[in-house]
C-alpha cells in the first residue's frame, strides 16, 4: 500500500522559511515523478513543484520560482519543499503527491498524480 507522510508545516512571519519533507512508502520511488500541491481556504488545489525520479530535473509555478526548491533522497524513500521568502498568499495546505504509472514527467496537472498524503498546514503570518 503507497502511503506518503508530509511533515514540517507551521505558522511562520512573512519572509520566513519553513521545510516541509514527505516520506513515502509502498512503491519503488526513485522511478516516479514527485510533486507538491497547495489548497488555500476556498480554492482549488495548484501546482507548486515538481521534480524528476532521478531528482535531476525540477520545474516550477511561476509564483514560487525562485523561492522554493524541491529535492529527493532516492535512498530514503524523501521529497523535500524548501520555503524561503514567505508570503501571506502562500498559506494553504500542502500535499506531496506520486506520478502514476506510465506517465511521462513533468505534468502539472493534479490527473497525473495517484496518492496523496494528507497534507500539512503552513500558515504565513504578516
Known amino acids: 500500500q503507497v502511503q506518503l507522510v508530509e511533515s514540517g508545516g507551521g505558522l511562520v512571519q512573512a519572509g520566513g522559511s519553513l521545510s516541509l519533507s514527505c516520506l513515502a512508502s509502498?512503491?519503488?520511488?526513485?522511478?516516479?515523478?514527485m510533486a507538491w500541491f497547495r489548497q488555500a481556504p476556498g480554492k482549488e488545489r495548484d501546482f507548486v513543484a515538481t521534480?524528476?525520479?532521478?531528482?535531476?530535473?525540477?520545474l516550477y509555478a511561476d509564483s514560487v520560482k525562485g523561492r522554493f526548491t524541491i529535492s529527493r533522497d532516492n535512498a530514503k524513500n524523501m521529497v523535500y519543499l524548501q520555503m524561503n521568502s514567505l508570503k501571506t498568499e502562500d498559506t494553504a495546505v500542502y500535499y506531496c503527491?506520486?506520478?502514476?504509472?506510465?506517465?511521462?514527467?513533468?505534468?502539472?496537472?493534479?490527473?497525473?498524480?495517484?496518492?496523496w498524503g494528507q497534507g500539512t498546514q503552513v500558515t504565513v503570518s504578516s
Open positions: 521534480i524528476s525520479p532521478s531528482g535531476g530535473r525540477t
Open positions: 509502498g512503491r519503488t520511488f526513485s522511478n516516479y515523478g
Open positions: 503527491t506520486v506520478m502514476k504509472p506510465g506517465t511521462a514527467w513533468p505534468r502539472r496537472e493534479g490527473t497525473a498524480y495517484d496518492y
